[in-house]
């Protein structure tokens, strides 16, 4: 079975602060994504990567960075925290080839105040 | 502007009856739909997809209709069963490369 692995399940971080979240995939896949989930708005992409050192804007990458420095390991950067970044993030890996389905980790509830 | 739409945050169904969960999409250039269900604290899994070439997709208790010219797709559930109670996710693909866009989702009870 894949398995997608957040380092933090809930965290609670002060406005400013600096905010790293890890996700490990153990599959070999190729792509990876960071999606953050908000009551109403479902599941929106922030960042995705299609390969070691690629990255690609989602569609709300605004106050994020990532990084993916090995294939396995995708990491969402939060510069500095603001309150409205309080939200469930979720990462997600698939294979390069199409299937359209992703597998997601079990999710990072983060708190900012 | 979101092109995937869930306009029913919520369902309640009884135990053995159909759950009928809808979704709409406004990019014609979506070819590939699916089915995500969430528990709470946990991540979104996989339920059901559906190509565009297709209009129905059936997985056991689970199936999904697309209705392309309307652009509309339906996931419905039988029997319902409690175990089915959760958020349900549509969610559409045009690219090829997983940038899933989802809709805002559906919770779904199913009382005995």
């Known amino acids: 079975d894949v398995k997608v692995t957040q380092s933090s399940r809930y965290l609670v971080k002060r406005t400013g602060e600096k905010v790293f979240l890890e996700c490990v995939q153990d599959m070999d896949h190729e792509n990876m994504f960071w999606y953050r989930q908000d009551p109403g708005l479902g599941l929106r992409l922030i960042y995705f990567s299609y390969d070691v050192k690629m990255k690609e804007k989602g569609d709300i990458p605004e106050g994020y960075s990532v990084s993916r420095e090995k294939k396995e390991r995708f990491s969402l950067i939060l510069e500095s925290a603001s309150t409205n970044q309080t939200s469930m993030y979720l990462c997600?890996?698939?294979?390069?080839?199409?299937?359209?389905?992703?597998?997601f980790g079990e999710g990072s509830r983060l708190t900012v105040l | 502007d979101q092109q995937v739409k869930q306009n029913s945050p919520s369902l309640s169904v009884q135990e053995g009856r159909i759950s009928i969960l809808n979704c709409d999409y406004t990019?014609?250039?979506?070819?590939?739909f699916l089915w995500y269900k969430k528990y709470p604290a946990e991540g979104p899994t996989f339920l059901i997809s559906i190509s565009s070439i297709k209009d129905k997709n059936e997985d056991g208790r689970f199936t999904v209709f697309l209705n392309k010219s309307a652009k509309h797709l339906s996931l419905h559930i039988v029997p319902s069963q409690p175990g089915d109670s959760a958020v349900y996710f549509c969610?559409?693909?045009?690219?090829?490369?997983?940038?899933?866009?989802f809709g805002a989702g559906t919770q779904v009870v199913v009382t005995p």
């Open positions: 990019n014609s250039m979506f070819d590939y």
């Open positions: 997600a890996s698939t294979p390069a080839r199409r299937t359209g389905e992703l597998f």
């Open positions: 969610a559409a693909d045009a690219d090829s490369w997983g940038k899933l866009q």
